[in-house]
Every structure is written in C-alpha cells, then in structure tokens.
C-alpha cells in the first residue's frame, strides 16, 4: 500500500508529493509543524498540540491555512488512508509560495502539509531501555517556544550525537544551564531526589509530553520544580530522562560518557514512563 500525504487542498502519493521551490518554508524556513503520537487509532493529547500550533501561528502572523476543524478533518482522513493505528502524524504550516523577498506577502497564502507514519506500537519494555546523551553549546535562536521548523542548529546537534553513538544532545547556554535536547526535553532527578525540568519560557519548547508528565505526575502525588539545572547538576544527579512525542519518557543513562546515578534506568524514571503509558491507554480506550 503505497502512502498518501495531503499537500494543500490534495491527497497525493507521498513519493511524488510536492511544494513549490518558491514556498517560504523552503526558503525562509518560515513555518511551524506539529507531530501527534497515535496509539491504537487514538491521537494522544490531540488538544495540546493544537493549542500549541495556535499559538505558534500567532507568535509568527501566520494564517491557518483552513479552520482548526478542517485541518482536524484533513488529519483523521490521512491517518485513515494510510491506516495507521500506531505511529505518528507530522503537520506542517507555512506562510506560503510569494516572490523571494524576506519580508512577509501583502498576502496570506499559507500552504498545509499533513503525513503520516507507522511505528510499532507503543512497547513498555522497548520503551525502557536507557539511552546517552551528549552535551554540545546552545546555538540556536531565542525564540525556541516556537514550534518552528528553523532546526538547522537542532539537527547539527542531533548529528554530533549520533556521531558520538548517542541518541541525543542537550543544549548547554554560556551560564552552564541545559536547555532542552534538540528533538526532546530534558529532565533529572536531583542528587537530593527532587524531579526537575526547565521552566517554560522562550528558551525552550514546551513540550506537550511535557506538560502530560506534570499532569501525570500531580495526579500520582509526585512533585516536581520547573527551574534551570546546570551540567554539574545532571552529572551528580541520581536520574535523568527525555520526554517527546516519539520518545515517551525516556531514561538518559550518560551524560557525555559519564554515568548517571548508578548507570541504569531509575525508579522515578521508570515510574513515569509507566505512568505515561497508562495516559496514552486512557485518550485509546
Ligand atoms: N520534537 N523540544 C524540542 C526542540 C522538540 O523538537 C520537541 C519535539 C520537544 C518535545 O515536545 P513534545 O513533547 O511536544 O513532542 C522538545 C518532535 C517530536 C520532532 O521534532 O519530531
């Protein structure tokens, strides 16, 4: 069965499915996308993504190509074409095809992209398996609660970790404090046991796995603290993990070689990767 991506009003085969060489996301890489994890034919935290595309949208003056109600529409049919009961959707929003000029069009002609993708399904035990993680300096621009799709300084560092044989990297600012991972959150468990992650402010994504850990989290009696953590901290730390839409909840067993804690998956870390696998469960019940 071949795949079928939407592009701009069309259902298409997703091998010769294209945009204009004169598309803003193309040259400007002046767009914002979304990807919706999809357990057992349910979209997970659906909701979420799409407050967070309203307000990466607005943060840019970029239309809604259709009706949040249409695009729900154009996403359930693509899943549906494709018949997919677990994988992902991936949407993308541009400000459209105009003559090259850096400044926006007179006109809004935004340009919609949705696909999909299967993955294998949710697996707790797969899902478990610690990964290493490296530490490369903060590149990127200042705006990084934007969900853009500017990941050039993202993927030059994702590269650096693959090269290094690990599965992320975390960006570190002059001041010593880690960010976020470059498709990913980062998350520790102090030295003093206390569950962290950065606080949300314009220095990284907020992540909609994210924002479900919390809820997840509050809902098990399991505080948490929102602040910025250092390398240093990371390093002494007793556990450390990733959260994304792709990677759940994710333990981190090295930092740039050095082992967290006592090298393998913690208990928290554990803990909430099942938790999170129960959140999923509940949206595809
Ligand atoms: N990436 N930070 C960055 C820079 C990200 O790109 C992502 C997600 C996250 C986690 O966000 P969420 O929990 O909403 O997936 C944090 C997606 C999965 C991607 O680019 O493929």
Redesign the pocket.
Known sequence: MSRIAYVNGQYEHHLTAAVHIEDRGYQFSDGV???I?IHRGKLI?MA??MT?LTRSLDELEIAWPVSPRALDVIIREVIRRNRIRDG?V?MQITRGVAPRNHAFPPHHNSALVVTAKRFPPFDFDAANKGVGVITTPEIRWQR?DI?TVS?LG?CLAKEQAIRAGCYEAWFVEDDGNIT??????AWIVSADGDLVTRDASNA?????????IMKVAREHGIEFTERAFSVDEAKMAREAFV?????FVKPVLTIDGDPVGDGTVGPLSAKLLAFFGEHMKAQSA
């Open positions: 996308y979304e990807v994890a935290d979420g993504h967070r992902i991936y990084r969900k990941l993202n976020e991972g470059t498709s990913s959150n990284i994504l907020n992540g909609i796995t994210r924002l479900s959260s994304s839409t792709t990677s």
